[in-house]
């Protein structure tokens, strides 16, 4: 439970010493992930029995099975020798940091064959590569800041400036809605290190200028704070005003935003085209290594060689040994990492979601004493700031969803795509012999794994689900199976242990160890070191398995060895049927679990040369969680979770692809516990953690609802400021709702043209009227639907009815194919960064339509020199989908269900222990679930659509600007549908009755008129 991370289940964990704390932090920050697994734990455990230097060992006397602790044999207290083996564990993990060499005089290549060549003069020989020095703050127990001292900062500033103290009225606002979780108002607020502190309000009421003005007041006493805002743009902007606050006071502080290099470029581009200077001198920067290029292509922006020059000249010695890469000389003063520094020496740094939870620093940092190579941006903030500031906090929660929950594709037959093991393997060409000896084992055997598998599958030699499909049957689509078409290695154990070992129902009473160590030694990825010796009949079946994805004979054997596996079994298995089923089970666990294995190992052996290939780069990302460090690298699941899938295609001709998904980490706990394990495992010391957002409690919203206690909230108490109204249209020759969720894609393109042209006709002409009579300011409506096409196509439908195509504005993508519907010229087309500038920009737009995931947060769309919202109306057009199959929703599902509402415990193993029951439970109810959404189970649709009410709330909330009223419309008929159990009030209905009675007067007391309004809409009695 330690080595996982999760000695916050510990009740009395908060009551050991400092020293303990810091050990155990010490400990979760060198550790490499995969110990945190319980599985392989136990396994290294159990390898103490043949370590005769080991400090522990097994009990004599207990069968390896049956062990639960070990005996010590050293003779010190433990935590002395805890604290003696970290410091040998961080010697070997400071040697893995330290930073690299600066290129000297001479030839160094970088790109693909490194076929760049830039040749270094004289003048940098012996250049020293500065780090940046950053020290750790000392930690700050507790903090309270009262609401006259941030009206007397407001004050202050305006005094200053001269300018209108209006964050007066929003702080009153503010302070007046607050109350603390004891149901009291709020003069000051009280913020304590350690775990999380929660602030929820609505959208609109001034949570930014409470963030803005609380670090000035922490800044300014001394304490170094750090704000995470949603978008890099956001970040930018938090910190120009900051610096202009922080100029009006005369005091010598300074905000930095720390921007991951990636991004400034771009950024720099941004503000250029805008003509924004100041922000273009702020991001700008040149790489002056290009000057020194002699040969090949110039550095890319972006992507400059900053770490991976190598040497050109061969070794003396000609052993060829890999040529270690090398930094650019000028890497300690380059632009391109100056707001690096700046951030470094700032006292409020201001960085985004994305670059806290998954940023590194490329340049070395001095810390503490230390230089280390690739600090992560988390551990440079939690290390620099004492409080931690996180705006939209659930949804840097559910984007920790989306990175912990990637697929790639494996194999392809019949259908041409990219595939990124190919690319690994073009790429191998860069290595030199030394690294590629590595990565050959591995990648080959996982291409013949995933190929092979694929191909079988296709040809109905072994099958993922219940039955053998028809030979030559019609060959159906995932959507078609009515599965979500995940398999996971084990998934069907039941089977094979109910016929072979007699145990009938191994989920409602675990089998005995003894069992479970014959069948794990059936199977060549499961089989250990010390492998029970099997009976004959079982001897013979694992011999089988083994042979099966060997490939020695370079030979399909396939139908050889199912043809012995039948005689195998058929002792055991008298029926046919059931014969065939278990055989098939047993080589899909075999293939899948020794593709899983092939997988991990590949992971690990692309993870040193990964920086240079990019396809390495793909699957670490993919798939590499597990080469990281972690301070809880796994869920309740207790390691990363590899689920294959197969999908056949028939277009353009007969084949099907192979894909894999893995699932790891643990967003929930890693953000409840930002300022106590993850600090503590960071920086060695707890922090202050306040997250704030307008959605933070929503118990069923596996994704968003954060699971801590609301320290502070603001009840939405402004009558008929939000309302939700039904907006369907109707087909004019059927007299029917359109109806757009539930229909495949290629059906929604014309219906979504069409309900364009009649949302048209039948609202928005008269709404816009209405609103250009009497809201003249604000007569501006947002559509929403679920990509750039339907966003496309509504305009396209709008256009083809209103009288100026000028009054409509789409967002398209930044960069790629704009999608491929025409749209009249007028039509404004900008991008999503471009957005908030529309009512300044294009007076004449009416109507703007974008993808609903991308201006559901952090949009602000504001009356030209004003704090109201310039957007009316939302128009939700498009049913969001409902993929609770998806990876990132069943990682999120598996998660939450299985923290369920547990609290630290006197027993935090055997809670630690139930959870992962729980855990496995919920995947398996997911995995054996049928995806469409109409067939869902009650508790499954309840939490799909918590999400989606999160995913509403928050576009709402982007007309609720400066206090301003909004309506939130749903379109689509499928809001409306209640024949299959889909419509938002059935759903809604379901949703309620799934609360508890305490969660729904959390719900009451947080959301309250916004929830009035879905009630209202949905016909739900209030006294829920
Ligand atoms: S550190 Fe600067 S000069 Fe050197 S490669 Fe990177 S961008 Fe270019």
Redesign the pocket.
């Known amino acids: 439970m330690v080595a996982a991370g999760r000695i916050d289940l510990w009740r009395d964990w908060a009551k050991q010493p400092k020293e303990t704390r810091r050990l155990v932090g010490r400990f979760l920050r060198v550790r490499p992930n995969e110990i945190g697994s319980h599985r392989r734990f136990r396994d290294m455990a159990q390898t103490l029995r043949s370590d005769p230097d080991s400090s522990y060992e097994l009990p004599a006397d207990v069968p390896d099975s049956e062990v639960r602790s070990v005996v010590a044999r050293h003779g010190q207290h433990p935590l002395d020798l805890a604290a003696r083996l970290m410091e040998e564990a961080e010697k070997k993990y400071l040697e893995g940091r330290r930073p690299l060499p600066g290129a000297g005089p001479g030839r160094w290549g970088f790109g693909w064959r490194r076929e760049s060549v830039v040749e270094l003069p004289v003048t940098v020989k012996d250049a020293v590569i500065d780090p940046i020095v950053l020290n750790t703050t000392p930690a700050v127990e507790d903090v309270t800041v009262t609401r006259d001292a941030l009206e007397g900062l407001v004050k202050e500033i305006s005094r200053n400036t001269g300018k209108p103290p209006w964050r007066l009225g929003v702080l009153a606002k503010l302070f007046d809605g607050l109350r603390s979780d004891e149901d009291v108002p709020v003069r000051k607020l009280l913020l304590k290190a350690g775990g999380i502190r929660l602030l929820n309000a609505p959208t609109g009421v001034g949570k930014s200028v409470l963030i803005g003005l609380l670090a000035i007041h922490l800044a300014r006493a001394g304490v170094p704070v750090g704000i995470v805002a949603g978008r890099v743009d956001g970040a930018t902007k938090t910190t120009e005003e900051i610096n202009e606050d922080l100029e009006a006071l005369g005091v010598a502080l300074r905000c930095a935003t720390l921007v991951s290099?990636r991004r400034l470029a771009e950024k720099a581009a941004q503000a250029a085209d805008d003509g924004q200077w100041n922000r273009f001198d702020t991001f700008g920067?040149g790489?002056?290594?290009?000057a020194s290029v002699v040969d090949g292509p110039q550095?890319v922006p972006k992507d400059?060689?900053?770490t991976i020059l190598r040497s050109l000249v061969e070794p003396v010695d000609h052993k060829r040994r890999p040529a270690l890469r090398h930094?650019?000389?000028?890497?300690g003063v380059?632009?391109?990492?100056r707001g690096l520094r700046a951030g470094a020496a700032a006292d409020i740094v201001v960085t985004n979601h994305h670059n806290l939870m998954h940023g590194t620093i490329p340049v070395p940092v001095l810390i503490d004493g230390t230089v280390l190579n690739r600090v992560s941006v988390q551990e440079f903030l939690l290390r620099k700031c004492a409080v931690l500031l996180i705006d939209e906090v659930d949804h840097m929660q559910s984007g920790m969803f989306d990175a912990g929950a990637r697929q790639l594709m494996l194999a392809a037959s019949g259908t041409a795509i990219d595939l990124p093991l190919v690319h690994l393997d073009a790429e191998r060409i860069r290595l030199l012999p030394a690294e590629d000896r590595d990565v050959v084992p591995p990648l080959t055997r996982t291409r013949f794994l995933a190929d092979q598998f694929l191909n079988y599958v296709l040809e109905g030699e072994m099958w993922l689900k219940d039955a053998r499909p028809q030979a030559n049957g019609k060959r159906r689509l995932a959507d078609e199976r009515g599965d979500s078409g995940w398999h996971l290695p084990g998934s069907r154990d039941a089977l094979v242990l109910k016929h072979l070992f007699g145990i009938d129902d191994a989920r409602a009473e675990p089998a005995p160890e003894t069992v479970y160590e014959q069948f794990n030694a059936l199977f060549p990825d499961s089989r250990g070191a010390q492998a029970p010796l099997l009976p004959e009949w079982l001897r013979g079946i694992a011999d089988q398995l083994t042979l099966a994805v060997s490939n020695d004979s370079a030979q399909d054997q396939i139908r050889e060895i199912r043809h012995r596996l039948h005689g195998l079994v058929a002792e055991q298995v008298e029926h046919e049927d059931d014969r065939r089923e278990v055989v098939n089970v047993l080589l899909v666990r075999t293939w899948l679990g020794a593709l899983h294995q092939a997988l991990t190992r590949l992971t690990y052996a692309v993870a040193a040369p990964g920086a240079e290939m990019p396809a390495a780069r793909v699957l670490a990302e993919q798939l590499g969680t597990v080469a990281q460090h972690q301070a809880i690298p796994y869920g309740p699941l207790g390691y990363l979770l590899f689920g294959f899938r197969v999908d056949r295609v028939d277009d353009p001709q007969p084949g099907g692809t192979l894909s894999v998904q893995a699932l790891g980490g643990d967003p929930h706990t890693t953000i409840a516990q930002l300022g106590g394990t993850v600090a503590l495992a960071a920086a060695g010391v707890e922090r202050v953690v306040l997250g704030l957002s307008a959605t933070v409690y929503f118990p069923g919203a596996a994704r968003e609802h954060v699971r801590a206690d609301i320290t502070y909230s603001m009840t939405d108490a402004d009558r008929g400021a939000f309302t939700t109204l039904a907006g369907e249209a109707q087909d004019e020759h059927s007299q029917t709702t359109i109806r757009i969720g539930g229909l495949s894609e290629s059906g929604k393109t014309p219906a979504i043209r069409d309900l364009g042209a009649r949302l048209w006709d039948q609202h928005l002409d008269a709404h816009l009227c209405y609103l250009a009579a009497n809201d003249k300011d604000r007569e501006l409506c947002m559509l929403v639907g679920n990509s750039y096409r339907h966003a496309a196509l509504l305009a396209a439908g709008i256009v083809s009815r209103c009288a100026d195509p000028g009054w409509v504005a789409v967002v398209v993508p930044r960069s790629g194919p704009p999608p491929l519907t025409v749209l009249p010229e007028k039509v404004v087309t900008l991008t999503i960064d471009e957005l908030e500038s529309l009512p300044r920009k294009h007076k004449n737009v009416k109507v703007c339509i974008a993808p609903l995931s991308l201006v559901a947060r952090g949009l602000n769309i504001l009356v030209p020199d004003d704090q109201r919202s310039a957007l009316a109306s939302v128009w939700v057009c498009v049913r969001p989908p409902t993929g609770i199959t998806e990876s990132a929703e069943l990682f999120a599902s598996v998660n939450a269900y299985a923290l369920g509402s547990d609290e630290a415990s006197v027993d935090p193993v055997g809670m630690w222990t139930m959870q992962r029951t729980r855990a496995f439970r919920r995947l398996f109810h997911i995995l054996t679930s049928d995806p469409r959404f109409s067939r869902l189970s009650r508790e499954l649709k309840a939490e799909a659509v918590a999400g989606m009410l999160v995913d509403m709330i928050q576009l709402a909330g982007r007309a609720r600007r400066g206090g301003t009223s909004v309506e939130l419309y749903l379109v689509d008929g499928a809001f409306h549908d209640p024949k299959h159990g889909t419509d938002i009030p059935g759903l809604l209905r379901y949703y309620i009755a799934s609360l508890s009675p305490s969660q729904r007067r959390g719900l009451e007391r947080v959301y309250g008129t916004t929830l009035t309004s879905w009630l209202d809409f949905a016909g739900i009695d209030k006294e829920i």
Do not use: F, G, K, V
Not at 287 to 290: D, E, G, K, Q
Not at 327 to 331: D, F, G, M, R, V
Not at 334 to 337: G, N, P, Q, V
């Open positions: 290099p920067y790489c002056s290594l290009a550095p400059e060689p900053c930094a650019c000389p000028h890497l380059c632009d391109r990492h």
